[in-house]
């Protein structure tokens, strides 16, 4: 009985649903509740910029600073998806809706107790911790205001919080969630902290820049220390680093749009309602990559690079600024979703002495939209069509340096700070590596010494054949070495614990199509679900039986991309 009126009520809202969808469409709707039952502060904003992407929901934080606040679903549905994982979103919860959105929870803690025992089933099914599992929509039926989940703080998060969206169901597209009335009290004025000059020559290449301290002229007007910037350069871009501390002067919040006036004109604008998967990387392009590298500031530019096609950016027709010697008044308005806003303005004019920009000498200059290819016999490389978001020098460097475990020379492909859009691909020959070693052979970016990062790969033709996604320093390593096993408690007897724990690791970091450390771990030759904390490198099996006072064998296997496998036994007491 008590299943028929859940199922008659599922039913009521599809068509209450249904019936105001051209409302929800329109955003601002009534019909998404909040996901939780405490006021709404936001520690991430949608489009905030994050490395190599833009944030794509709302990050929202805990009622006070732990995991465990109850996750409730902000409208009614089905979950369509459950994913578990030892990074990204965790533990995340997908539930489709009526009215043509998806609403994702991550980072979750647990799952109410049907959810939990239904995903255990299905780990143990396929022997594994990460699970990516659909659902048909008669599995689980949601009311709105259901408690789902508990807050968490699960793959990469950095502390407990909810990463919440609301996507298009058919395309995965996400949307601000902001624009459905999930929201907090926001009545502070986005923070305007410098500003940065661009110089271009008549090509539009970069030839300069220079950074420019802001002040503050009133409460929401900012101006630079001086009133009228003499520039010796006829063409000119602009760049502002600015956040948005909502109520809170701790914060540092992504804004919500940004627009830039030219004697009044516009001349840019970007507005962050939505931004595909698909345009997640065009981050790189947006913000003034080269500054992130070096002093980890996230200029926005004000002006639109050649291969930059995200959609929330528009009216880039003039945003390069031509100067004269009649100046020209600059306004640049940042605001937030509550449209509180702040303003930076000055005036430019074009210095009677032109600064001179030698030209620099370089091997190669790739086209952004064109596929490249680079060939010197020991090193291939080929870089898609619009694998670069401008023209793009590239200097190729070999050295002859070779240090233990290196198989080949070091390969510095162009300049780290040049970000790739797509992935490359390298080839290089080597014909000194044994039969027995080929296996253990990766690429791996050693920018850092200290910490090798593995690209992984496999020969081709006489050639080792990898992917890359950024440029700078390479060089082909034979990893010989197995992970790393660690019990996180040094004692035979459990049966006062709950939990037993071990921290994996490896000699390598992993990057590109590289997979993580896999594992496998048996408790008296039965298969047991650990959990794995890939921050953390933990590994985690939570005992469901009470302790007999018996004694237990566990094994564990640890393999990492190469194929090297460590083996742990143990003997222990519960």
Known sequence: MKKNILISIFIFSIGF?????????????????????????????????????FHMGLDIKSSKGIVGDIIYAVASGYISRIQISSSGYGNALYIDHPNGFTSVYGHLLSFNEDIEKYIKQEQSKAKSFEVNLI?????????????????????????????????????EVPVNPMRFGIKPIDKASPKINSAKIYYFNDSLQEVGTNIQIVKKASTNNYQLLSD?????????????????????NANVNGVYKISMYVDSELTYEIELDSIGFDETRYINAHIDYPSLIINN?????????????????NNTEKSIVELTKKPKKIDIVVSDFAK????????????????????????????????????QDIVKIYFPEQCFYEDSPIDINISNEKSKNFASTFFTIGNKLTPLHRNANIFIKNNTISASQKEKTCLV???????????GGKWQDGYFASEINKLGKYALYIDTIPPSISISRKNDNFTNYSSISFVIDDNLSYAGNTSQLTYQATIDNKWVLFKYDLKYNRITHYFEDPPNSEMHNLNLEVMDDRGNKKIYTKKFLR
């Not at 502390?159 to 169901?169: A, T």
């Not at 500031?297 to 950016?313: D, Q, S, T």
């Not at 004019?349 to 939209?369: A, R």
């Not at 970016?445 to 690209?455: A, Q």
Request: aromatic share 10%.
């Open 340 to 375: 509180n806003e702040s303003i930076l303005s000055f005036w430019v004019k074009q210095d009677e002495t032109l600064i001179e920009f030698k030209p620099t000498q370089h091997d190669y200059t790739l086209k952004y939209n064109e596929a490249n290819i680079i060939d």
């Open 228 to 248: 009228t910037l003499n520039i010796g350069s006829q063409k000119l871009g602009f760049g502002i680093l600015t956040t948005d501390p909502m109520n809170d």
């Open 17 to 53: 649903f249904c019936n105001n969808m051209n409302a929800q469409e329109a955003g601002d709707s009534p019909f998404f509740t909040s996901p939780i039952n405490h006021e709404l502060r936001v520690a991430g904003t949608f489009g905030e910029l994050r490395t190599n992407h």
């Open 135 to 171: 659902l048909d929509p008669d599995q689980f039926p949601i009311i709105q205001g259901t408690q789902i989940a508990k807050m968490g703080n699960t793959g990469a998060s950095n502390g407990p919080h909810l990463h919440f969206e609301i996507r298009k169901s058919k395309s």
């Open 445 to 455: 970016y050693c920018e850092n010494p200290n910490r090798l990062v593995s690209y």
């Open 297 to 313: 500031k996230r200029y926005n530019r004000c002006y639109r690079l050649p291969g930059n096609n995200l959609g929330a950016i």
